[in-house]
T-cell receptor, first 114, second 111 residues
Framework: EPEVTQTPSHQVTQMGQEVILRCVPISNHLYFYWYRQILGQKVEFLVSFYNNEISEKSEIFDDQFSVERPDGSNFTLKIRSTKLEDSAMYFC????????????FGPGTRLTVT | LAKTTQPISMDSYEGQEVNITCSHNNIATNDYITWYQQFPSQGPRFIIQGYKTKVTNEVASLFIPADRKSSTLSLPRVSLSDTAVYYCLVGLMEYGNKLVFGAGTILRVKS
């Protein structure tokens, strides 16, 4: 069964540093998303991406965040200058344009900002 | 987006049927009801989706009464591995739409 993959599984960085979280969505999917989940809290939507541009973004997704699909397979989330409160699990998801509107989530990247 | 209310937690034993009810009094005409499951340290996983009456797949059943103001996820014969958080999501389902998660229901299955 096809799956979304994410790297790294755990990233530790210092406050103020830039991080790039990488995702490989399912190959025939057209819609891509990033969500995050702070430990013990709800899963929160960050951004959706379609046709090489952002479709929607949340209030969390400020100027410090950016997304990119640099090639036909990868989808990245960049945080320019990390803050302590960016520590969370970041999930990438993808979906296609048929069926049940199901979104397929990756295993997540745990980001720890020290 | 319709507000949803679910129990915070439920306990069950292996082999039992578990029913988790979600209230969504202000569901809109075009809204769908979707359930996701999340294991610790993993991404959410789609379980089932429906609009009205009953939907069944290999994992669960979803019961939606005629007024659609609530829905019940039914998990037949749960096992220890069904211990997870279950989320009820209600909203207009269009391709590319964001998912809005609530706090979910923590289901603990005991032996």
């Amino acid at each position: 069964e096809p799956e979304v993959t994410q790297t790294p599984s755990h990233q530790v960085t210092q406050m103020g540093q830039e991080v790039i979280l990488r995702c490989v969505p399912i190959s025939n999917h057209l819609y891509f998303y990033w969500y995050r989940q702070i430990l013990g809290q709800k899963v929160e939507f960050l951004v959706s991406f379609y046709n090489n541009e952002i479709s929607e973004k949340s209030e969390i997704f400020d100027d410090q965040f950016s997304v990119e699909r640099p090639d036909g397979s990868n989808f990245t989330l960049k945080i320019r200058s990390t803050k302590l409160e960016d520590s969370a699990m970041y999930f990438c998801a993808s979906s296609d344009a048929s069926g049940t509107y199901e979104q397929y989530f990756g295993p997540g990247t745990r980001l720890t900002v020290t | 987006l319709a507000k949803t209310t679910q129990p915070i937690s439920m306990d069950s034993y292996e082999g039992q049927e578990v029913n988790i009810t979600c209230s969504h009094n202000n569901i809109a005409t075009n809204d769908y009801i979707t359930w996701y499951q999340q294991f610790p340290s993993q991404g959410p996983r789609f379980i089932i989706q429906g609009y009205k009456t009953k939907v069944t797949n290999e994992v669960a059943s979803l019961f939606i009464p005629a007024d659609r103001k609530s829905s019940t996820l039914s998990l037949p014969r749960v096992s220890l591995s069904d211990t997870a958080v279950y989320y009820c999501l209600v909203g207009l389902m269009e391709y590319g739409n964001k998912l809005v998660f609530g706090a979910g229901t923590i289901l603990r299955v005991k032996s």
